[in-house]
RNA sequence: GCCCCGAUAGCUCAGCGGUAGAGCAACCGCUUCGUAAGCGGUAGGCCGUCUGUUCGAAUCAGACUCGGGGCACCA
């Protein structure tokens, strides 16, 4: 490309990722560099030294720079704040009366806060959202001004803005406070901007409204939030609806009703009715898990489920999480609790005789029931229950056999995930929380322990700060479905505050008392979650060996009714959970009723295959069938669907 | 727990002041059929619960319960 200038003035070199440099003449825009590279049209920021700027932006010397164009992430995260400031716009144009609060750009589009006393309704929403396209083709220009901070307030505070004006105050004296204005629209705001709300273009949409609190806490007012979404192409907004409307499809709940597993209601929130398929997989998993156990080395226990709130005040339960659990009365009014946890229980355990450090590591795990009196409005299908049941386990240990242990952890349980077809795990290291048990000197030891042992796995984390158990840190094991979506499943919490506390000791080599380390830990979490979160994976399709009816075995007509039953007979022997049908449905339509239920794998057999000790084997989303001899095709799905025992 | 929205047949939904409707599913017949919906018929609802307004309420109002989307909380 040609310089575009050839004055011989004052110039500056700005330089291009690449390393390519232009030459301008001193001062030049963010603009006139667009220009300059033919990218005008694309252009919503520029990085400038590395911080993100507006395209009015002047540059006075030498600089890095780079475009920020809207088909890349950065420049769509703009044009979605961008897309914000619009909406307030467009809000406060409707409804005068409004203030704004907060308005960012999320991971597929924007929200905003807003005060008003009177609800936003749905019809609302599609005017405002009306108002936005009109502000868009308005294509009002964005400017930014910088602001004397006392300036600013008395700006804000003149024009309503309480909520602006408080936010000012918070901004650190060391960066400037600007303000962006667009039409007759003005916002605190640090920015960038795109040069014009043209530059939003027509690909976004207003989803919801929601309440959100002011600053994120309960005990202040309560905001209207309204969501919305934005694409940089109208077939990507498209093609975010469609994926909307396909996580729908898959949603457990309706999965869960659709395919027979479970169902919910209001005699008993927050708990699951398991029903003869559901319980089915629940009980594969369960063994699985056992089978998974055993093998590591751990002993399976069963804790109470009632236990007396004198264990509860001493663990620390009844300070720090009183507002969660259940409480019951004995006949002698002593005052009980369901557990909310299991350690208090296999402490127990523990504690029920010496120990000596030749029983450690001493792995005590429970598939324990637990109950948590979560808030309502937490609850969510499978995923947020009050009842549920942990695949938990407790690692009494001395403090040299953390590091072994957590490594030993974390192989055990990403060849669990990998048995249930998740290959993408994160590990989020999460430490002290505000509230909790133990003192600082214990918690730096906690957490420098786990920090060592997940180094030693060599396996890559993230940090999660304050989010640790009140008891101590924890490794969080979030894995992302089909969809991408996050879940956190798996746990491993480093604890030397309840054995301290309920006084768990066992003998050392040099015969005296000892304080073991426990470590809490947990593959799937929540049976109940889990499977929730395996439904929306698989979208009901299991893999065969979790899937609760394996082989269906459906007969043409009358005729090949009997040898029916023999194939079916011949699955269930080998241990197939097989099931028949021999209505007077044509074919077409037994396949499509099965299909829907998602059975995996559908044996026809007709006058042809019985006479010939034959099925016709059909899979799942498939239409491709196979002949096979009834021998071959059981032995072949018994060992398909075999339980996977070790990686 | 908080904000907004919702609750009508097993499911999906229509009806929105004059006392309940469709499709699918269910059940009963007929059909015995070769790979994702054969045909006909029958039955099914205290319109989430309670209170109020009204001559009259599924329909309007209020409270409650549960559910949904969020917030906060969290496995």
């Known amino acids: 490309m040609s310089e575009p200038f050839s004055a011989a003035e004052a110039r500056i070199a700005v330089t291009l990722p690449g390393g390519r440099t232009l030459n301008f003449p001193r001062p030049v825009s963010g603009s006139d560099i667009a220009a300059a590279l033919g990218k005008s049209e694309a252009a919503v920021a520029i990085s400038i030294d590395g911080k993100a700027r507006d395209l009015s932006h002047l540059v006075e010397g030498d600089v890095e720079a780079r475009l920020i164009t809207r088909d890349e992430p950065e420049g769509l995260a703009i044009l979605r704040h961008d897309a914000a400031h619009v909406m307030a716009e467009a809000v406060k144009e409707l409804y005068p009366d ?228 259940f409480t019951a009365e004995s006949r002698d009014e002593r005052v009980l609790a369901l557990k909310p946890m299991n350690c208090p229980g296999h402490v127990l355990i523990f504690k029920s005789r010496l120990r000596s450090y030749r029983e450690l590591p001493l792995r005590l795990a429970e598939f324990g029931a637990c109950h948590r009196n979560e808030p309502s409005g937490a609850l969510h299908g499978l995923l947020r229950v009050r009842a549920f049941t942990q695949d938990d386990a407790h690692i009494f240990c001395t403090e040299e056999q953390v590091a072994s242990e957590s490594i030993a952890f974390c192989e055990l349980l990403l060849s669990v995930y990998r048995d249930f077809g998740f290959a993408d795990v994160a590990i989020r290291f999460a430490d002290r929380p505000t509230v909790r048990a133990g003192s600082d000197e214990v918690w730096d030891r906690a957490e420098s322990a786990l920090q060592e042992a997940i180094e030693a796995t060599g396996l890559p984390y993230t940090k999660n700060p304050g989010e640790g158990a009140f008891y101590g840190p924890k490794l969080e094991f979030v894995l992302r479905d089909a969809l991408a979506r996050e879940w956190q499943c798996g746990t491993l919490q480093l604890d030397f505050v309840l054995p301290e506390r309920l006084d768990a000791n066992y003998v050392g080599a040099d015969g005296a008392r000892h304080r073991p380390v426990m470590l809490h830990r947990a593959i799937l979490g929540s049976l109940e979650r889990f499977i929730g979160v395996l439904i929306e994976h698989h979208a009901g399709h299991f893999p065969l060996w979790l899937a609760p009816v394996q082989v269906m075995v459906a007969s043409i007509s009358e005729e090949s009714a009997r040898y029916a039953g023999e194939v079916a007979r011949a699955c269930g022997d080998a241990g197939l959970r097989a099931e028949l049908d021999t209505g007077s449905e044509k074919i077409g339509y037994k396949i499509r009723e099965h299909s829907l239920l998602k059975v995996p794998v559908i044996l026809v057999v007709g006058r042809r295959e019985a006479e010939t000790k034959r099925v016709m084997l059909r899979r799942l989303g498939s239409n491709v069938q196979e002949a096979l001899a009834l021998d071959e095709a059981v032995a072949r799905l018994k060992a398909e669907a075999a339980i996977p025992q070790d990686a």
Not at 107 to 119: K, M, V
Not at 120 to 144: G, S
């Open 98 to 325: 409004t203030q704004v609060a907060f308005g960012p750009a999320t991971e597929t589009g924007f929200y905003y806060d807003f005060a008003r006393a009177e609800p936003f309704t749905p019809e609302d929403l599609a005017k405002i959202e009306a108002r936005m396209h009109e502000i868009v083709r308005r294509n009002e220009k964005i400017t930014r001004e910088v602001r004397d901070r006392g300036a600013a307030i008395a700006f804000f505070r003149g024009i309503g803005e309480e909520m602006k004006a408080e936010h000012i105050a918070e901004i650190p004296e060391s960066e400037e406070v600007s303000l962006y204005r667009q039409g007759r629209f003005v916002d605190l705001c640090a920015g960038p901007h795109a040069p014009s709300t043209g530059a939003l273009g027509e690909a976004f949409k207003l989803m919801s409204v929601a309440g959100a609190y002011w600053r994120g806490d309960p005990r202040n007012a309560q905001l209207q939030r309204i969501y919305g979404t934005l694409w940089a192409k109208k077939e990507e907004l498209g093609q975010y609806l469609f994926r909307l409307a396909e996580a729908e499809k898959r949603d457990h709940r309706r999965l869960g009703r659709e395919l027979e597993l479970f169902h919910l209601q209001e005699e008993a929130a927050g708990s699951v009715f398991w029903h003869p398929k559901g319980w089915r997989l629940y009980r594969v998993i369960e063994g699985y898990m056992r089978g998974r156990l055993e093998k590591a080395g751990y002993f399976e226990v069963s804790g109470p489920q009632l236990l007396d709130r004198s264990l509860w005040v001493a663990s620390g339960h009844w300070e720090k999480f009183r507002e969660h659990m």
